[in-house]
């Protein structure tokens, strides 16, 4: 099972690599996750694109209840929590 950091990780490595990647991602984002990283995502949950500009700012919070972090993470989806809550498995 791959833990969201790991996942968010290849995701960052493939639009790297691949130009064409950001495109199938936008446009059908479970289905291209799937086939690229050979996932199988629980129906539960969903998926929302949200690309980072200057003049916008988007913050992940952790899910509620989990203890807050002694330090900021140097990436905002990698936040205290995210990898207590594998929701990634592979296919």
């Known amino acids: 099972m791959l833990h969201r950091s790991q996942v ?5 490595q493939k639009l790297a690599d691949d130009p064409t990647f950001r495109a199938r991602l936008y446009a059908d984002p479970r289905a291209t ?5 050979k996932l199988v995502l629980s129906p539960r949950v969903s998926i929302a ?6 003049e916008a ?29 594998p ?4 296919a």
């Open 87 to 90: 929701q990634f498995r592979m």
């Open 49 to 54: 694109l949200h690309e980072d500009t200057a």
């Open 57 to 85: 700012l988007h913050i992940v919070l952790p899910p509620e209840g989990d203890p807050p972090a002694t330090a900021l993470p140097r990436r905002p989806a990698a936040s205290s929590g995210c990898d207590r809550h």
């Open 33 to 37: 996750l799937e086939a690229e990283f």
């Open 8 to 12: 968010e990780a290849r995701i960052r």
